[in-house]
C-alpha cells in the first residue's frame, strides 16, 4: 500500500496591532501560507505567547497606546523564542535601530509595506526559526547522547582532534572532558596503546572505518574500565568546513569476554565429559558382564586351588577395573551445578544488556544485517513458579543460543526470548518429558533455518554448519547436557527459510516429575524381604550380557525370571498378559523406550509395580527421585540382593 508522505505543519504568525483594519490587510496577505493569530492588544498578546510553544513569527506594530512594540517583543523573549519583526512609521526609527541593536527583532518594516517585501521578509523569517529550533533539537539530543550513554563517544576532525566527548570515553583516557577537547587520542592514550592507536587510525583513513577489540594492560586499568574494550571508528562525513568528522565508540566488553571464555571452557568439557561418559557406559556394561559371570562361575568350581586363584586374580583386575571406571564417571558428570531456587523472568530481565552488547558485537564481526532482540515475559509475568537450577549455566545456555541466532540471521532481523509454563500431562515418547509442569524458555530467530537432516543431528557434539573458525559444534551438546542434567529437554523447531525456535524446559521446583516412585501396593506385602520367598522379577536390558549375568543372580537365589531386551518388547508382553511380577530390574539408558518411559507404561498396566533401576551412566536428572531403588554398574551378587530386600521391605510410598 503506498502511503502519502505527511505535510509539514504551517508555520504559525502571531499580528499585534492596535488597529483592527491593519490586521485585516496582514491576514489577507497571509493567511495562504500561514496560520495567522492576530490580537489588537500587546498584552494580549504576551498572553497568547505565554500558552502557545508553536509560535514562529511576531509581527507587532511599534506605536500602540498600551504598549510599545519594542517593549512588548522585549517581554516576550521570557515566553518565546519567536522571530520578530517591527512595523514603524519614519517617526520610530529610533526605537528601531534600538530593538535591533539589543537583539530583540531580526528584521523591520516601514508603513506602508510593500507586500512582496514584507511577505518575503516573513517567509524568511519562519524559515530561520525553523532551522534554529531544529538546531537545539540536534544539540539536546547529542547532549542527552554524550551524557546518558554507557559506552565512550567521541566527534573528531580532520587532525583527530576531539572536537565533542563524552566523560565514559574521557575516562579512558584518565582525563576529564576538558582536559580532551582539542587534542588526539595519540596525544591523550597510554604510552603501552599508542602502537594500536596509530594503527587503527591508519585502518581508518585507508577504510573509513575500523573495529577492534583491545586487552588493556593491567597498569592502565581504571575504576570504570574492564579488562577488554572493543573500539570502533568511523569517518562520519564532512563538516561545515568541509573537512572530514569521524567518531570513536569505546565499549566495555569485559563481562562478554569472559562469559564467551566461560562458554567455551565449558563446551570442552561438555565434550570431554560426553565422550568419557560414553566409554564409562559401555564399559560398566562390561564389566557388570564380567565381574557377574566371574562370580556365577565361582560357584561351580572348588573353593580352593589354581582355578580358585585365576578367578580371584580376574575379578580384581575387573574390580580396578571398575574403580578407573567410577573415576572417569566423576570426571564426566557435571559436579560443580549450584543447584537453587531461580526466578527465570527475572533471570532473563537481569540479562537484558548482555545479551543487547553480545548481539550487536557478534552481528558487528559478522558484518551482516543488523538484529535485534527483546525479551519478551509478559504472557508469563507473575504466572513462573520457581525452577532448581544453575542460574550461570542457564545464563551461558540462553546466551549461547542468542550468539546461534545472530550467526543464521546475515540478513539481520529479530531475535526473541519468552518465557512460558508447559504442563506435560503424559510422557513424551524419546524424551525425558515425564508428566509434570516446566517452565519453558524460548529463543526464536528469523534466520536461514534447518533442514530435516540438519536438525536430526543438532545434538551432536562437534556437529556444526558454520564456517571454520566460527564454531566448534559444541553448544547445542553443551546445553542439552546441562539441561538434561537437572531434569529438562531441549526442543528444536526448525525448517529452511523460516527460522528456529530453541525451548528449554526446565521442571519446576518440587515437581513429582520423575517417575519410579515407590508405588502405593505391591503383590509383595510390607515386610516381606526378597530374600524370604521367591519372587518373580521381570530383567529389562538390552545388553545381553549384563541381563544374562542379572538373571543368573537371581534364578540362583530361586526367583522366577522373566527377561526382555527392550522396554517396547516388557510393555508388549505385560499388555498380553504376563504373569504377576513383583519386581522390575529396568536399565534406564536403552535405544528407542528409555527406562523411564518403559516404567511409566507398565505402571500404568499395573499399578504398585515396585522398580530397581539400573544405570552405567546417567545424569542425575535422568533418574527417578531417591537413591534406594537405583543402583550402579558394575554391580555384584551381594550388591543385588542388597538393593531386592531393601525395596521389597520398604513401606510403599505414594507416587
Not at 114 to 141: G, K, S
Request: glycine share 10%; hydrophobic share 40%.
Amino acid at each position: 500500500m503506498n502511503t502519502v508522505p505527511a505535510t509539514p505543519p504551517r508555520p504559525v504568525v502571531l499580528l499585534v496591532d492596535d488597529e483592527a483594519e491593519i490586521l485585516v490587510a496582514l491576514t489577507d496577505l497571509l493567511e495562504d501560507t500561514f496560520t495567522v493569530l492576530s490580537t489588537t492588544s500587546p498584552t494580549e498578546a504576551l498572553n497568547i505567547l505565554s500558552a502557545r510553544n508553536d509560535v514562529d513569527v511576531i509581527v507587532s506594530d511599534q506605536r500602540m497606546p498600551e504598549m510599545g512594540g519594542d517593549v512588548m517583543l522585549a517581554r516576550a523573549r521570557e515566553h518565546s523564542d519567536a522571530q520578530a519583526i517591527l512595523l514603524t512609521g519614519y517617526a520610530d526609527i529610533g526605537a528601531v535601530a534600538a530593538a535591533l541593536n539589543q537583539g530583540r527583532i531580526s528584521f523591520y518594516s516601514h508603513k506602508p509595506w510593500d507586500p512582496d517585501a514584507l511577505r518575503a521578509m516573513i517567509v524568511q523569517a519562519a524559515d530561520y526559526h525553523r532551522l534554529e529550533r531544529e538546531l537545539r533539537t540536534e544539540r539536546m539530543l547529542l547532549h542527552g547522547l554524550l551524557d546518558n550513554l554507557r559506552s565512550g563517544l567521541g566527534f573528531m576532525d580532520a587532525q583527530g582532534r576531539f572536537i565533542r566527548i563524552n566523560q565514559q570515553a574521557a575516562d579512558f583516557y584518565g582525563r576529564n572532558i576538558a582536559d580532551c577537547l582539542g587534542r588526539t587520542e595519540q596525544e591523550l592514550c597510554d604510552a603501552d596503546l599508542l602502537p594500536l592507536i596509530r594503527a587503527a587510525h591508519e585502518r581508518l583513513h585507508d577504510e573509513g572505518r575500523d573495529e577492534e577489540v583491545v586487552e588493556l594492560p593491567a597498569h592502565i586499568r581504571g575504576g570504570v574500565q574492564g579488562r577488554w574494550r572493543e573500539i570502533t571508528r568511523v569517518v562520519l562525513g564532512a563538516l561545515g568546513d568541509g573537512s572530514a568528522c569521524s567518531v570513536v565508540i569505546n565499549r566495555d566488553i569485559t563481562r562478554q569476554q569472559e562469559m564467551a571464555a566461560r562458554l567455551r571452557q565449558a563446551e570442552k568439557m561438555q565434550a570431554l565429559g560426553t565422550l568419557a561418559g560414553g566409554i564409562a557406559h559401555d564399559f560398566n556394561n562390561l564389566l557388570t558382564a564380567v565381574l557377574g559371570s566371574l562370580e556365577l562361575v565361582r560357584d561351580m568350581g572348588p573353593e580352593t586351588g589354581p582355578m580358585a586363584r585365576l578367578l580371584d586374580n580376574a575379578s580384581a583386575a575387573a574390580q580396578r577395573g571398575a574403580s578407573l571406571t567410577r573415576r572417569l564417571l566423576n570426571f564426566s558428570r557435571p559436579r560443580d551445578l549450584s543447584l537453587e531456587p531461580v526466578d527465570v523472568n527475572a533471570l532473563l530481565h537481569g540479562m537484558n544488556d548482555l545479551l543487547a552488547q553480545t548481539v550487536v558485537s557478534r552481528q558487528g564481526k559478522s558484518g551482516g544485517a543488523p538484529c535485534a532482540i527483546v525479551v519478551d515475559t509478559a504472557a508469563s509475568d507473575g504466572m513462573l513458579p520457581p525452577v532448581c537450577t544453575d542460574a550461570g549455566q542457564l545464563e551461558l545456555a540462553v546466551l549461547n543460543l542468542c550468539i546461534n541466532a545472530v550467526d543464521a540471521m546475515p540478513e539481520g532481523g529479530l531475535i526473541k526470548v519468552s518465557t512460558a509454563l508447559k504442563r506435560v500431562r503424559e510422557i513424551v515418547p524419546g524424551t525425558n518429558l515425564v508428566p509434570g509442569e516446566y517452565v519453558m524458555v524460548s529463543v526464536t530467530d528469523q534466520g536461514v533455518g534447518m533442514s530435516p537432516e540438519t536438525l536430526a543431528r543438532v545434538f551432536e557434539p562437534f556437529f556444526t554448519t558454520k564456517d571454520v573458525g566460527r564454531g566448534t559444534g559444541l553448544g547445542l551438546s553443551m546445553i542439552y547436557g546441562f539441561i538434561r542434567h537437572v531434569g529438562g529437554e531441549v526442543q528444536v523447531r526448525s525448517r529452511p527459510g523460516e527460522g528456529t525456535r530453541v525451548d528449554l524446559c526446565l521442571p519446576v521446583q518440587g515437581d513429582g516429575n520423575a517417575t519410579g516412585a515407590p508405588a502405593p501396593a505391591t503383590t509383595a506385602t510390607a515386610g516381606q524381604g526378597a530374600g524370604q520367598h521367591a519372587l518373580h522379577v521381570m530383567v529389562v536390558d538390552d545388553e545381553p550380557g549384563v541381563r544374562a549375568v542379572t538373571a543368573g543372580f537371581l534364578r540362583a537365589r530361586g526367583h522366577d525370571v522373566h527377561e526382555y531386551a527392550s522396554g517396547a518388547a516388557a510393555v508388549q508382553a505385560m499388555e498380553q498378559g504376563l504373569g504377576p511380577i513383583d519386581l522390575v530390574i529396568m536399565d534406564v539408558m536403552m535405544p528407542g523406550m528409555g527406562g523411564m518411559e518403559t516404567v511409566h507404561h507398565l505402571q500404568a498396566l499395573r499399578p504398585g509395580l515396585r522398580v530397581l533401576y539400573l544405570t552405567g551412566y546417567a545424569n542425575a536428572g535422568a533418574l527417578p527421585a531417591g537413591s534406594a531403588n537405583v543402583m550402579h554398574k558394575p554391580f555384584t551378587r551381594a550388591d543385588l540382593a542388597a538393593h531386592m530386600d531393601r525395596i521389597m521391605n520398604r513401606a510403599p510410598q505414594a507416587t
